[in-house]
C-alpha cells in the first residue's frame, strides 16, 4: 500500500483511506467485506474545497481520528474553519462522525457535501487486471438512506448509508446545508453497512450462521482483554518495545472469524490483498505467535481441517489430504471465474500443517485436539507420498492441475517468476524446490513423535522416520551444489538443479534436513553480502540472472522468511547469525512506525541508509505482523521442555536487557529475562 494510505479493521471487514480520510475512486482504497469493495469513492468537501490533513492520529486498528482544513496546505494556515472526522468500525461495517467548527466571530452557512459511490468490484479485478463484468449496479435513495448494490443473477451485495442529521440524499451522495455560530460547530454520524444479499433481498448471513460483527464498544473491551492476556515485553532497545506493541495490536485486527466456524477467530493473511482465509499464512503466523497467542493454532487447525481435500477436483487443485490455500466469498468465486472457494494450489501448507499441530501441542500440551485431528494430520501426510511426489522419487513436487487459472509457482514464492536458474532461465515443471522437503521432512519427523507419544501407533512413526531419514540422505546428495556450497533453489523433472542461490536455503536449516557438516556453509552465504542487504536476508542473492531489489520475490526482502531462517541459524548453533537478522529486523520495522509490511526493498544498507518500501506490500500482514513474536523467541531461546519452558537468552548488545512476562503454555505462564553478551559468539 502506498505511504499516505491509512486503515482500520477487524478480520475481513476494513476501510482504506488517503491521509485525510477520502476514498478516491482512481485509487486502491474502499470500504472492503467478503472479498468486495463495497465503496470505491467517498469523499468530503466544505462548500466545495477539498480538504487537507493536518494530523491524523490512530489510537487503535479499528479507529481513525483526522484533523482537516478546507483548502491547499501552505507554509501558513489561518483558517476560519476546520473539520475532524472520526472513524471506527462498527458491525458490518462502519461509523464516521463529521464535525465542523466555525473558528469565526460570525455565524456562517457551510455547505458540506460527502460523493459517494461504489464499483462493487472482487478484490482481484482491482490487484490483477479490469474484467468484463455482467451485472448491474443500482442506486436508490429511500427514505432516509443512500442504497447502492450490485446484481448479478443469485449473486447481490449492497451498501447502506444512513445519517443522524438531516440531509438531502441523491444518487451520488448526501449534502448538508448548516450554519454554524460563531465559535460553534456541528455534527453528524454517517453509518455505512455492507450487507450480503439472498434473491429475496434478506441478508444472507442470518441464513447460514451469526457471524461476528461487533460494535466498537465490544472491539476495545475485546482489544483490552487481548492485550492484558498477551506476555508484557520490556526491553532497552525501544524499537523492539515499539515494534512489539504495535504488532501485537495489529495481530488483534487480522483475527477473522469464518462464516463456517463462528465462534473462533484465525489470523487473515493481511490488507488489502489478502483479508481471507489463506492456508500458509494463517499456519505460520499461528506458528510465529504461538508464544503470545496459542489459541489461534487451535482456530487455524480446525479450520483447515473442515476445509482439507477429499476428492481430486482439478479447477480447485483439490487432491484428498491437502490443506487449502485460499477461500474467497467474492463474484469471481461465486461464479468459478477463478478457483477461490476454495482454492488448493500451495504445496507447503499441507505439511505445514502437521508441523504447527506438533509444535502447538509441544507448546500447549493439548493432546486432545491432537487426537481430535488425528486423521486429518494422517491424510495430509499421506498426501505428500501420494499426490507431492508426482515424480515417484520420494521429492515433494508441484504442478497445477488447472492450466488455465491455477498457479504456476504453489510455494511461498508464488510470482511467477520466481523460482529460475542463475542465468534467469525459468524452469520447466513440476518443480520440486528446496524448503519444500525441508516442509515434508519436517513433518515426517513431527508426524513420527505424534505417533508414537499419542496415536498408539509405533510401527506408523517407525515407518515415518525411516522415510525422512532417507529424505534427508538423499536431499543432500541431490541438491547440494557442489561449485558455490549450497542447496539449489529447486529441481527440474529431468534432476537437474535450478542453481540460483536464494532465502529458501534458510528454512532448511529451520526444517533440520541440513546435514551439520554443510550448515556452517549455508548460514555464510545468509550472512554475506549477496543474500544479506544489512536489513534482513534477500529473497534471491545479488548476481543471479532475475534479482531485482523491488522484485516482488527475486529481490526484495521479507520479514516473515528472516524470522524463520534466524530460527534455523539458531537450530544450528549460530546465534551471533540469527542475532543480525533480528537486529536488522527489528531496525528496519522503527522506520516503518513499528508495523512491519509484508516485504520491502533489497537494496544494501549503506547504500539507501534506510529500508525502501515496496509499493504494493500488503501491511498489516499476518507473517509480517507475527515476525517479531518469533524473532523474541528465537533471541531468548524459549524452547518447551516436557512441562517446562527452557530460556536460553542470547541477545545482541543493541538489544541490551530483556524482560518478557507472563508467556502462556502448558507450564501455565513464566517469565523470561536476559541481558545481551558483549560480543555475541556463535
Not at 584 to 592: K, L, M, P, V
Request: with cysteine.
Amino acid at each position: 500500500m502506498k505511504a499516505d494510505t491509512v486503515w482500520i479493521l477487524d478480520g475481513n471487514n476494513f476501510v482504506l483511506s488517503d491521509g485525510s480520510g477520502d476514498i478516491l475512486a482512481d485509487r486502491v482504497g474502499g470500504f472492503f467485506q467478503f472479498d468486495t469493495r463495497c465503496l470505491s469513492h467517498w469523499q468530503l468537501t466544505v462548500n466545495g474545497e477539498q480538504l487537507h490533513a493536518l494530523a491524523v492520529t490512530e489510537p487503535n486498528y479499528f479507529r481513525l481520528r483526522f484533523f482537516l482544513v478546507p483548502g491547499s496546505p501552505t507554509h501558513y494556515v489561518d483558517a476560519k474553519v476546520s473539520v475532524i472526522r472520526e472513524r471506527c468500525i462498527a458491525g458490518s461495517g462502519f461509523e464516521e462522525r463529521v464535525t465542523v467548527l466555525n473558528h469565526d466571530r460570525e455565524a456562517v452557512d457551510f455547505s458540506v457535501r460527502l460523493a459517494v459511490d461504489s464499483d462493487f468490484a472482487p478484490v482481484y479485478a482491482i490487484i490483477a487486471q479490469p474484467m468484463d463484468r455482467s451485472g448491474r449496479v443500482y442506486r436508490h435513495v429511500e427514505q432516509g438512506r443512500l442504497r447502492l448494490g450490485y446484481e448479478r443473477e443469485k449473486f447481490r451485495r449492497e451498501t447502506t448509508i444512513t445519517s443522524s442529521e438531516p440531509v438531502r440524499f441523491d444518487e451520488h451522495g448526501l449534502t448538508y446545508d448548516v450554519r454554524v455560530g460563531p465559535h460553534g460547530r456541528w455534527s453528524t454520524l454517517l453509518r455505512v453497512d455492507g450487507l450480503v444479499l439472498r434473491p429475496d433481498g434478506e441478508d444472507a448471513r442470518a441464513h447460514t450462521v451469526p457471524h461476528r460483527f461487533r460494535s466498537a464498544e465490544q472491539l476495545q473491551s475485546d482489544l483490552d482483554r487481548w492485550v492484558a492476556r498477551a506476555p508484557q515485553l520490556s526491553s532497552d532497545w525501544e524499537a523492539l518495545n515499539r515494534t512489539y506493541r504495535r504488532s501485537l495490536l495489529n495481530l488483534a485486527g487480522l483475527r477473522f472469524t469464518p462464516l463456517a466456524v463462528p465462534d473462533v477467530a484465525m489470523p487473515a493473511a493481511g490488507l488489502p490483498w489478502a483479508a481471507t482465509i489463506a492456508g500458509r499464512d494463517s499456519i505460520l503466523c499461528s506458528l510465529q505467535s504461538l508464544s503470545v497467542a496459542p489459541e489461534l493454532a487451535v482456530a487455524t487447525l480446525r479450520m483447515l481441517a473442515i476445509n482439507q481435500g477429499s476428492v481430486l477436483d482439478d479447477f480447485r487443485d483439490e487432491e484428498p489430504g491437502k490443506i487449502v490455500r485460499q477461500f474467497r466469498y467474492g463474484e469471481l468465486s461465486a461464479f468459478e471465474e477463478r478457483p477461490e472457494s476454495p482454492y488448493y494450489g500451495s504445496a507447503d501448507a499441507t505439511p505445514l500443517y502437521v508441523i504447527l499441530l506438533d509444535e502447538y501441542e509441544r507448546w500447549s500440551g493439548d493432546v486432545g485436539l491432537v487426537m481430535q485431528l488425528e486423521d486429518t494430520a494422517r491424510a495430509a501426510l499421506a498426501w505428500i507420498d501420494e499426490y507431492g511426489d508426482i515424480m515417484g522419487d520420494g521429492y515433494l513436487w508441484y504442478r497445477s492441475r488447472n492450466e488455465s487459472t491455477g498457479l504456476v509457482n504453489q510455494c511461498w514464492k508464488e510470482s511467477a517468476d520466481a523460482i529460475s536458474y542463475r542465468d534467469g532461465t525459468l524452469p520447466g515443471l513440476p518443480r520440486a524446490t528446496c524448503e519444500l522437503q525441508g516442509y515434508a521432512y519436517d513433518a515426517k519427523v513431527r508426524g513420527a513423535r505424534l505417533a508414537r507419544l499419542f496415536w498408539n501407533d509405533p510401527a506408523y512413526a517407525d515407518r515415518l522416520e525411516r522415510e525422512a531419514a532417507a529424505l534427508k540422505e538423499r536431499f543432500n546428495r541431490d541438491f547440494w551444489v557442489t561449485d558455490g556450497e549450497y542447496f539449489a533453489l529447486a529441481l527440474e523433472p529431468d534432476g537437474r538443479q535450478v542453481d540460483a542461490l536464494s532465502s529458501n536455503i534458510g528454512h532448511l536449516l529451520w526444517s533440520g534436513i541440513v546435514d551439520e557438516s554443510r550448515a556452517e556453509r549455508v548460514a555464510g552465504h545468509l550472512l554475506g553480502p549477496q543474500l544479506f542487504s544489512g536489513w534482513g536476508v534477500r529473497t534471491l542473492a545479488k548476481g543471479e540472472g532475475r534479482y531485482n531489489p523491488l522484485g516482488y520475490h527475486v529481490g526484495t526482502v521479507w520479514p516473515f522468511d528472516n524470522s524463520l531462517i534466524a530460527w534455523g541459524l539458531r537450530r544450528y548453533g549460530f546465534l551471533a547469525e540469527a542475532g543480525m537478522i533480528a537486529e536488522g529486523i527489528i531496525d528496519a520495522a522503527n522506520y516503518f512506525g513499528g508495523a512491519l509490511p509484508e516485504s520491502f526493498a533489497g537494496y544494501d544498507r549503506d547504500r539507501t541508509g534506510y529500508p525502501v518500501a515496496y509499493p504494493t506490500a500488503n501491511n498489516p500482514q499476518a507473517i509480517a505482523t507475527g515476525t517479531p513474536f518469533l524473532l523474541l523467541r528465537v533471541m531468548m531461546g524459549l524452547e518447551p521442555l516436557g512441562d517446562e519452558l527452557v530460556v536460553s537468552p542470547a541477545l545482541p548488545s543493541r538489544f541490551g536487557r530483556i524482560e518478557l512476562l507472563d508467556i502462556p503454555g502448558r507450564w501455565g505462564r513464566r517469565d523470561a529475562i536476559g541481558n545481551a553478551r558483549h560480543p555475541l559468539r556463535s
